[in-house]
Nanobody, 129 residues
Framework: QVQLVESGGGSVQAGGSLRLSCVAS????????MAWFRQAPGLEREGVAS????????YYAASVKGRFTISRDYHKATVYLQMNSLKPGDTAVYYC??????????????????????WGQGTQVTVSS
Protein backbone atom coordinates (compact mmCIF):
# COMPACT_ATOMS: atom_id res chain seq x y z
CA GLN A 1 0.00 0.00 0.00
CA VAL A 2 1.16 3.52 -0.74
CA GLN A 3 -0.47 6.83 -0.05
CA LEU A 4 0.22 9.90 -2.16
CA VAL A 5 -0.31 13.44 -0.91
CA GLU A 6 -0.07 16.33 -3.35
CA SER A 7 0.40 20.00 -2.57
CA GLY A 8 1.19 23.23 -4.36
CA GLY A 9 -1.73 23.83 -6.69
CA GLY A 10 -3.39 27.20 -7.04
CA SER A 11 -4.28 30.01 -9.39
CA VAL A 12 -1.81 31.98 -11.47
CA GLN A 13 -1.82 34.26 -14.47
CA ALA A 14 -0.53 33.14 -17.82
CA GLY A 15 3.24 33.20 -17.90
CA GLY A 16 3.49 32.49 -14.20
CA SER A 17 4.92 29.52 -12.32
CA LEU A 18 3.80 26.93 -9.80
CA ARG A 19 5.53 24.03 -8.10
CA LEU A 20 3.69 20.86 -7.19
CA SER A 21 4.92 18.32 -4.65
CA CYS A 22 3.90 14.73 -3.97
CA VAL A 23 5.01 12.58 -1.07
CA ALA A 24 4.64 8.82 -1.13
CA SER A 25 4.29 6.95 2.14
CA UNK A 26 3.27 3.49 3.31
CA UNK A 27 4.54 -0.04 3.52
CA UNK A 28 5.14 -0.64 -0.18
CA UNK A 29 8.52 1.06 -0.28
CA UNK A 30 9.75 3.60 -2.80
CA UNK A 31 7.90 3.41 -6.13
CA UNK A 32 9.78 2.58 -9.30
CA UNK A 33 8.22 5.51 -11.15
CA MET A 34 6.33 8.55 -10.02
CA ALA A 35 4.41 10.72 -12.41
CA TRP A 36 2.09 13.65 -12.85
CA PHE A 37 -1.10 13.41 -14.82
CA ARG A 38 -3.76 16.04 -15.41
CA GLN A 39 -7.40 16.07 -16.27
CA ALA A 40 -9.37 19.03 -17.56
CA PRO A 41 -13.19 19.07 -17.50
CA GLY A 42 -14.64 16.85 -20.19
CA LEU A 43 -11.27 15.45 -21.21
CA GLU A 44 -9.40 12.23 -20.48
CA ARG A 45 -6.61 12.08 -17.96
CA GLU A 46 -3.31 12.65 -19.71
CA GLY A 47 0.30 12.09 -18.77
CA VAL A 48 2.35 15.22 -18.12
CA ALA A 49 5.69 13.97 -16.80
CA SER A 50 7.16 10.86 -15.27
CA UNK A 51 10.42 10.04 -13.54
CA UNK A 52 12.28 6.84 -12.74
CA UNK A 53 12.84 7.41 -9.05
CA UNK A 54 16.16 5.66 -8.64
CA UNK A 55 17.96 6.78 -11.79
CA UNK A 56 16.17 10.04 -12.44
CA UNK A 57 15.31 9.47 -16.11
CA UNK A 58 12.42 11.76 -16.97
CA TYR A 59 9.75 11.73 -19.65
CA TYR A 60 7.54 14.61 -20.75
CA ALA A 61 4.46 15.16 -22.81
CA ALA A 62 5.20 17.23 -25.90
CA SER A 63 2.82 19.93 -24.71
CA VAL A 64 4.90 20.70 -21.60
CA LYS A 65 8.44 19.90 -22.70
CA GLY A 66 10.71 22.88 -22.11
CA ARG A 67 8.26 24.48 -19.67
CA PHE A 68 7.81 21.83 -16.96
CA THR A 69 10.50 20.00 -15.02
CA ILE A 70 9.96 16.88 -12.96
CA SER A 71 12.45 16.02 -10.23
CA ARG A 72 12.60 13.75 -7.22
CA ASP A 73 14.14 13.26 -3.84
CA TYR A 74 14.59 9.51 -3.86
CA HIS A 75 15.15 8.94 -0.16
CA LYS A 76 12.18 11.11 0.74
CA ALA A 77 9.99 9.38 -1.89
CA THR A 78 8.96 12.83 -3.06
CA VAL A 79 8.43 14.08 -6.60
CA TYR A 80 8.15 17.67 -7.73
CA LEU A 81 6.75 19.34 -10.82
CA GLN A 82 8.07 22.80 -11.55
CA MET A 83 5.72 24.47 -14.02
CA ASN A 84 6.92 27.62 -15.78
CA SER A 85 5.43 29.72 -18.56
CA LEU A 86 2.00 28.45 -17.67
CA LYS A 87 -0.80 28.77 -20.21
CA PRO A 88 -4.59 28.73 -19.81
CA GLY A 89 -4.52 25.32 -21.52
CA ASP A 90 -2.60 23.95 -18.53
CA THR A 91 -5.67 24.43 -16.34
CA ALA A 92 -6.65 21.06 -14.89
CA VAL A 93 -6.65 18.91 -11.81
CA TYR A 94 -3.15 17.49 -11.46
CA TYR A 95 -2.74 14.00 -10.05
CA CYS A 96 0.33 12.31 -8.67
CA UNK A 97 0.73 8.62 -9.49
CA UNK A 98 3.07 5.86 -8.40
CA UNK A 99 4.15 2.60 -9.99
CA UNK A 100 4.92 -0.22 -7.59
CA UNK A 101 5.04 -3.25 -9.88
CA UNK A 102 6.76 -2.35 -13.17
CA UNK A 103 10.48 -1.70 -12.73
CA UNK A 104 11.11 -0.68 -16.34
CA UNK A 105 8.83 1.34 -18.59
CA UNK A 106 9.20 2.68 -22.08
CA UNK A 107 8.75 6.39 -22.65
CA UNK A 108 5.24 5.75 -23.94
CA UNK A 109 4.25 3.54 -21.02
CA UNK A 110 5.57 6.07 -18.51
CA UNK A 111 2.95 8.63 -19.58
CA UNK A 112 -0.01 6.28 -19.67
CA UNK A 113 -2.30 5.63 -16.72
CA UNK A 114 -2.30 1.86 -17.24
CA UNK A 115 0.75 0.83 -15.22
CA UNK A 116 0.30 3.13 -12.23
CA UNK A 117 -1.01 1.52 -9.08
CA UNK A 118 -1.67 4.40 -6.73
CA TRP A 119 -3.12 7.86 -7.20
CA GLY A 120 -3.32 11.01 -5.17
CA GLN A 121 -6.47 13.02 -4.62
CA GLY A 122 -5.48 15.70 -7.09
CA THR A 123 -4.71 19.39 -6.83
CA GLN A 124 -6.30 22.12 -8.90
CA VAL A 125 -4.16 24.32 -11.14
CA THR A 126 -5.92 27.29 -12.74
CA VAL A 127 -4.17 29.57 -15.23
CA SER A 128 -5.97 32.74 -16.23
CA SER A 129 -5.28 34.80 -19.34
Amino acid sequence: QVQLVESGGGSVQAGGSLRLSCVASGSAGIPYYMAWFRQAPGLEREGVASIYTEGGTAYYAASVKGRFTISRDYHKATVYLQMNSLKPGDTAVYYCAADLKTPIMTAIQALRTTLYDAWGQGTQVTVSS
